[in-house]
């Protein structure tokens, strides 16, 4: 199993749905008190992208993505139609010293970490004035901020994603129409891409 720095075809994703599951295990107390406890530390998101697949050369597009894919056993970036944009999302603060800052998105008290930005989109600031910097993977080096000192980004991103099926159940219909069962996929957690 591989990365392929490949993105899904952007044709085929519009209009895909999705987005974040969280795995929640309730337990209901004789009491009718309920006990909630999660597996996972963040979400992971899910989604169908079955209602870009509108024509026979859509349907050819997606098989040969996903024999060059081999199916399930590949992950590659995905562009979430909705959640693909973060703005002055906030890295850190500076203390003199430290140089690398994460990518990550926040979500009121949830921090996701960031894998795959789209490297020319990533723009850094330091206490509000755009500064340069070196991406490495989903890591960006500046010079170290002054203590104190608020890092933040603003960059496009992608979602590391494999297929969720080992088939794709493909038909033409007598009027020239494409039928397409499902197109899953899931979110790879922690999937980087070292360039």
């Not at 024509?55 to 959640?83: K, N, T, Y």
């Not at 002054?146 to 159940?169: K, N, Q, W, Y």
């Amino acid at each position: 199993m591989a990365f392929h720095d490949e993105r899904f075809p952007l044709t085929l994703a519009f209009g895909a749905t999705g987005g974040p599951t969280r795995a929640v295990d309730i337990a209901t107390l004789s009491s009718g008190r309920e006990h909630r406890n999660t597996t996972q530390s963040r979400a992971r998101r899910r989604y169908n992208a079955v209602t870009g697949v509108k024509s026979l050369a859509d349907a050819q597009v997606l098989a040969a993505f996903f024999e060059a894919r081999g199916g399930q056993l590949h992950s590659f970036r995905f562009r979430d139609p909705i959640d693909h944009m973060a703005e002055d999302a906030l890295l850190g603060a500076g203390d003199g010293t430290q140089a690398e800052f994460a990518l990550q998105k926040i979500y009121g008290d949830s921090v996701r970490p960031i894998t795959l930005p789209v490297a020319d989109t990533v723009e850094i600031r330091v206490a509000g004035q755009r500064v340069p910097h070196s991406l490495n993977a989903a890591t960006v080096t500046i010079d170290p901020p002054a203590s104190g000192a608020l890092v933040t980004a603003s960059f496009a991103f992608d979602v590391p994603v494999r297929f969720d099926t080992d088939e794709l159940i493909l038909g033409l219909e007598t009027d020239g129409a494409v039928s397409v069962s499902s197109v899953p996929l899931i979110e790879v957690l922690g999937e980087v891409h070292h360039a």
